[in-house]
Nanobody, 116 residues
Framework: VQLVESGGGLVQPGASLRLSCAASGFTFGAYAMSWFRQAPGKGREWVAAINSGGGSTNSADSVRGRFTTPRDNAKNTLHQQMNSLRPEDTAVYYC??????????WGQGTQVTVSS
């Protein structure tokens, strides 16, 4: 399993970013996917999830209404569209998939910094 995140950067409050997670080494379209984040000095926090077919999503209260989590199963890619970014969204963002036979698999993360 390989997950590679991209799209992070430094933006001002109120800006938008679109993260991507390129997946390989497993049948991407058969598994739910999630985004997590980890802010400096804090534990890893669940952000959002999408089911295997892409028809059902859920997200943490802190991002609901600002973040969406589409996926493209034809391209084995997960996205996270982040709008109205706030300084408290600053973190390293990770995509994750869980398989019962292997447990969770993570990417290396992409840094998002929201600062004026």
């Amino acid at each position: 399993v390989q997950l590679v995140e991209s799209g992070g950067g430094l933006v001002q409050p109120g800006a938008s970013l679109r993260l991507s997670c390129a997946a390989s080494g497993f049948t991407f379209g058969a598994y739910a996917m999630s985004w997590f984040r980890q802010a400096p000095g804090k534990g890893r926090e669940w952000v959002a999830a999408i089911n295997s077919g892409g028809g059902s999503t859920n997200s943490a209260d802190s991002v609901r209404g600002r973040f969406t989590t589409p996926r493209d199963n034809a391209k084995n890619t997960l996205h996270q569209q982040m709008n109205s970014l706030r300084p408290e969204d600053t973190a390293v963002y990770y995509c994750e998939t869980y398989r019962a036979s292997c447990g969770p698999a993570w990417g290396q993360g992409t840094q998002v910094t929201v600062s004026s």
